[in-house]
């Protein structure tokens, strides 16, 4: 668990090198793991709030869960879900790898992916739904505080682009990979994860 904060760190200030550093860890796949804990934790307590303020999905669910009782269900789903989502991706983006011609871990695959995926979405996502957005709807006031194009660019564009970066620059340092092929296997693998999200996640 220490390890966790040295490698957040690692991923936005030297993201670079970051990978090949959890690569020689011995215990990365500790760190993946309670860093995907942690962040299905966080994503669980704030889910959870909005459940108690009535906040509803602004999208509809794609299951038959009512509305109402959406975020219930997702306090308790969100930790099974992220784990589920990041395993089935890294192990295929590490089977990809390998008949790529790769040379990485699993580990060291799941580990990185775990800090390349999730830093992102926890600085751009998390951070204003768990310290601002729950005021706003705690008053009644359920619409964004800035142009929708902004929002736009918190929930998909910067996000998505930031991670796309940290995911195919460790894919490729770790396997040892040229960035294209690091590229396709970022892409392809994530597909059934994308598919997990869609469905369970709001």
Known sequence: MKRVPYYFRAFILRPLRAPEEIERDSSNLR????FTLFFGTVYSLVVFVYYLLGHE???KPFL???LEKWYLVQTFTTIPVAFA?????AGLAYLISRALGGEGSFDA??????FAFFIPTLIFM???EAF?????IGSGDTRFPWPSWIEYLRVFIIPLAWTLLLAVNAMSRIHRLHLLK?????IVSSIPMVMIMAVFIR
């Open 85 to 89: 989502g990041l395993f089935s991706y």
């Open 182 to 186: 690091g590229l396709l296997a970022v």
């Open 31 to 34: 760190a993946g793991f309670w």
């Open 64 to 66: 038959t869960i009512p």
């Open 109 to 114: 695959t799941f580990a990185s992916q775990s």
């Open 126 to 128: 998390w951070l204003p």
């Open 57 to 59: 999905p602004v999208t």
């Open 132 to 136: 601002y957005f729950p005021f706003r």
